[in-house]
């Protein structure tokens, strides 16, 4: 059975700065020799479409995780802080950052790295709650866990590499029967920075709620 052989463009910028393109996804006759080479010989030849278009929503729903993060923290702590403060509410994930727009230089992907035996800390400790409290924390471990190392340009114009971490968790299909997904996507914590940026994040977004955040966003 042959597969098709085209391939899609990605939103996601490839390399350094200095380089030019798009990351590009692969065909699904790529994904299945790939898949054949690593020993899922049990693969079905006619799911690799559908396989290959579920690959490429996650991979565009990590970047626009990334590209939000970077939006927040890539101007230093003091302006992640002005933009966690707002809450999750203030999210743009997904948005196509610029200088013209948001004064942000538009990450780049350098490298990604597959892991999906190495499960993370917070997805170990995720598991560990699972098993004490089932009701509020139980769920399957991540099906796959990727780090991407991107080029982030910090306000002296210098280029910095930061790792992220990308756990893919599956969840229960909607009654449609569509499948459903949920990325936890953060800054590996190897820097103490990151470690900071993680903690703004969830604190803003705490602090939102708690000084009635969406009462005052309500009355405007």
Not at 6 to 11: K, L
Not at 102 to 130: C, N, W, Y
Not at 173 to 189: C, K, M, N, W
Not at 200 to 205: A, F, H, K, T
Request: one cysteine or more.
């Amino acid at each position: 059975m042959a597969l098709p052989t085209d391939r899609d463009v990605s939103t996601i910028p490839k390399g350094p700065a200095n380089e030019e393109g798009n990351w590009v996804y692969p065909s699904p006759q790529q994904m299945y020799n790939a898949l054949l080479r690593k020993g899922y010989t049990d693969t079905p030849q006619d799911a690799m479409e559908e396989m290959v278009a579920v690959h490429n929503f996650l991979n565009e729903g990590a970047w626009a995780e990334i590209v939000e993060w970077e939006r927040r923290f890539a101007g230093g702590l003091s302006k992640g802080w002005q933009e966690c403060s707002r809450g999750e509410v203030a999210s743009q994930s997904g948005a196509n950052l610029g200088p013209v727009d948001d004064h942000t230089a538009q990450p780049r992907l350098l490298r990604f790295e597959g892991r999906p035996k190495d499960m993370t800390p917070k997805a170990s400790i995720v598991q560990a709650m699972g098993w004490i409290y089932p009701s509020k924390f139980g769920c399957e471990p991540p099906f796959d866990r990727h780090d991407w190392y991107i080029q982030r340009k910090i306000s002296d114009g210098q280029a910095r590499e930061v790792r992220y971490v990308i756990d893919y968790y599956s969840a229960p299909p909607e009654s449609t029967g569509e499948p459903v997904f949920y990325l936890d996507v953060r800054p590996a914590i190897d820097r103490p920075s990151a470690a900071m940026e993680r903690f703004l994040r969830w604190g803003g977004d705490v602090w939102y709620r708690m000084s009635g955040g969406p009462t005052r966003e309500g009355s405007v």
